[in-house]
């Protein structure tokens, strides 16, 4: 990213707690994907909630809001995944320099996209041969019962 590394992982700390407060943040493709690696070995981290594990995240993430919020909300979420917390998304290319935009959120957080159950697939049939149909399912559904009272009389008859 063309950054020295000291720049490089400030801005990788940065955006990690930007991510983990707001839950979805939009930078570039290349960032996104830094970010992503950065992310999700902490958030791997969070789901154990001991004194040795907040220190280590805290040593990346230098920020007690930051730190709270992942090994409280986030942790939370994330408890039963295991792995591929994160989503990136790609937006198009940025007007001025058109470098690749993409937004990077947190999997489970995302109300939209959150197990929305799928509509089944309706295959497409004319009127004419669905009435016959829907006519002839009914006949045998009546003459089932029909046929049973028909049996229990007969033997109540012998």
Not at 82 to 89: K, L, N
Not at 97 to 112: G, T
Request: glycine fraction near 4%; proline fraction near 4%; hydrophobic fraction near 40%.
């Amino acid at each position: 990213m063309s950054r020295t590394a000291d720049h490089r992982r400030a801005m990788l700390a940065n955006m990690a707690i930007s991510l983990i407060m707001h839950k979805r943040i939009t930078t570039t493709l290349a960032k996104a994907k830094a970010l992503k690696k950065y992310v999700e070995p902490l958030i791997t981290r969070s789901k154990d909630d001991s004194t040795n594990s907040r220190r280590v995240v805290f040593s990346y993430l230098q920020n007690k809001e930051a730190l709270k919020e992942l090994f409280g909300t986030v942790a939370q979420k994330v408890g039963d995944r295991p792995g591929g917390y994160t989503r990136i998304i790609k937006l198009g290319s940025r007007q001025g320099d058109a470098a690749d935009i993409a937004f990077i959120e947190l999997v489970d957080f995302d109300e939209n996209m959150l197990k929305t159950p799928k509509a089944e697939k309706k295959t497409r049939r004319s009127r004419k041969s669905a009435a016959p149909k829907a006519e002839a399912a009914e006949a045998p559904v009546e003459e089932a019962p029909k046929a049973e009272e028909a049996a229990a009389e007969e033997a109540k008859a012998e």
